[in-house]
């Protein structure tokens, strides 16, 4: 699959043919409700495992950590394991000339503010479990676009903006191909490309993709 920019702005979104998609909608949420609690209580080990090693790490800083994502241009708080440490949001202006993306997007392989144990749970994604909670409630899908900050949408053009159409997701064509080794237009013309073509078939394979890339992590951090 060719990643280039000059794809970057070759999709527009039908969105008049996205609402009307009820059946598609339905199926997707019954899928997402049932999958993300079975995953809550199958992989509530693997959570238990995850929390004490992050306080052994850090004993006096919190298991979790929450953040204000928009999702079809509404706020919510999104849930993931804390892989960093607990001032991180603060040092986020020292650390911003030396962002390695360009677009709305902050991301540096070497980032001082990563634990220990963050480091490794970002490897195999498994910072991103508490996230079955957000899908669980309603707020996320399985499949999706990722759900950007306040801050990154208000650097949106119109074009950037066809990513919130539709309900944002924990993982997506973009983190199941190329994840962290293309800029933000790729990704931007990676999560447009899913919502053209999304559908059962295209949710499986993505979900098969993601599971692939749990076994051989690669281009996290």
């Known amino acids: 699959m060719d990643y280039g920019e000059d794809h970057a702005e070759s999709i527009a979104i039908d969105l008049d043919h996205e ?24 992989l509530s080990p693997v959570f238990l495992i995850v929390a004490i090693a992050i306080k052994l790490e850090d004993p006096k800083g919190p298991v979790f ?9 509404q706020p919510f708080k999104m ?4 892989s ?3 001032n991180a949001d603060k040092l986020l202006k020292k650390l911003a000339d030396q962002n390695e993306v360009d677009g709305a997007m902050f991301k540096i392989k070497r980032d001082p503010r990563v634990t220990n144990v963050g480091r490794f749970i970002r490897k195999y994604s498994l910072d991103e479990l508490p996230q079955l909670m957000n899908v669980l409630l309603g707020q996320m899908s399985l499949v999706g676009p990722r759900p950007p900050l306040p801050r990154e949408v208000a650097n949106y053009t119109q074009y ?3 990513r919130l159409a ?9 983190q199941a191909t190329a994840r962290n080794s293309v800029g933000f237009d790729e990704m931007v013309y990676l999560d ?3 919502i ?3 559908g059962v078939l295209f949710d499986s394979f993505i979900l098969l993709k993601t599971l692939h890339v749990f076994i051989k992590p690669s281009g996290a951090y």
Do not use: E, N
């Not at 950590?65 to 241009?73: E, F, I, N, P, W």
């Not at 849930?79 to 804390?82: I, L, N, P, S, T």
């Not at 539709?166 to 973009?174: A, D, I, N």
């Open 19 to 42: 609402r009307h998609r009820y059946m598609y909608r339905v199926v997707k949420r019954v899928f997402d409700f049932v999958a993300s609690l079975l995953g809550l209580i199958l």
């Open 166 to 174: 539709v309900k944002p997701g924990c993982t997506g064509l973009w």
């Open 84 to 86: 960093m440490i607990v």
């Open 79 to 82: 849930y993931k394991f804390r």
């Open 65 to 73: 950590y929450s953040q204000t994502r928009l999702g079809k241009q």
């Open 192 to 194: 447009l490309m899913y």
């Open 196 to 198: 053209s073509k999304r």
């Open 160 to 162: 950037d903006m066809q």
